[in-house]
């Protein structure tokens, strides 16, 4: 072998090597950064207090002869209005819908609510295209029970969908969405601690003036939504609240919220998702399902009556008179319902509507 060779050969072996160090290297820092983040995630949300008295996000409204909880995600936040289910309904209302919560949440949560309270006289779900899809806000669950396990940030057995591929190399790629959350909670917590001591600063000076609101930007386009049927990634908890509230006897509604025409067109498999929740319905002697995403039972076309007006978005929400145009719907149509029955009665086979 010349000499040229051999130090041609020389070089592919150093590159080669260098290459085999820098692999090892990666994968070494990967793996060692994933498990720093593990555990700072783990000592994070094990270290918030646990909820003392009403969660802030919960809502409670009116008084009567019993409690009608509503769940849901941000959509159900905004499109029941507690007011008036009260009023109508003669009921109190505790409406724990909100931003980050589906259905591992809301389990756990009537779980809570029954150690101090008996059965409820109804619970609205207000239900999601993307529920099965969706996982629940690690910082709710911590404050709402010190018992929960929450193995967050665990690489086992779980895939970056972005890319399966790179899933396999990096750790730290297939939990970036899981990494991405646990920073935004430890960011927004901060916030929140800084929101707390700017208002007791502001408390004893006069309020500034408000700037008015942004203009929103209208989402005209957006690419098809495929549905993520059940059970998904928190559905098993969906079954396993409905099976309480079965032997609760508490009549539950699940409750497909309005969206505009556009977003249908993005969530464009409303049949699977919609079937899901009959079938899920259909299982349990108290479900019923309430379909108003229908344009025989409210005005899809009509943008003023969606918060983000005309627009393709998937993550579609009332706006103020569309959500009091909703509820006075929601209530005629629950109202004899509730009227032929009370918590630990069971309806007949064929009575659903």
Known sequence: MTKAAQAGRKRGLSAVGLIFLFAVSFLVFDRLLMIGLKVSASRFYASLEDRQGRDPKTMIFGQGDGDILVYGSSRGGRAFGENQLSIQLGKRVVKEANAGRFPRYFYYSYLRYREKHAPPAAVFYGTDYFLFEKRTSSIDLARLDKTIKLDVLNPAGSTNEASPFLSRISQLFRKKPEIDDYLGDRIGLEREAEAGDLAAGESKAAPAARKPPKKRKRIKSIHPRIYASYP???????????DLLEKDGVPVFLVIIPDYAGTNE???????????????????ANAHVLDFNRADRFNLNDPALFREGDTRQSNCHLSFEGRKRFTLKLIDAARPILSGLAPGNKKKAGEKP
């Open 232 to 242: 998904g990634i928190e559905g098993e908890y969906f079954g396993k609240l409905l």
């Open 266 to 284: 993005t969530n464009f498999e409303q049949d699977k998702y919609k079937a899901d929740m009959r079938e899920l319905a259909r299982a349990r």
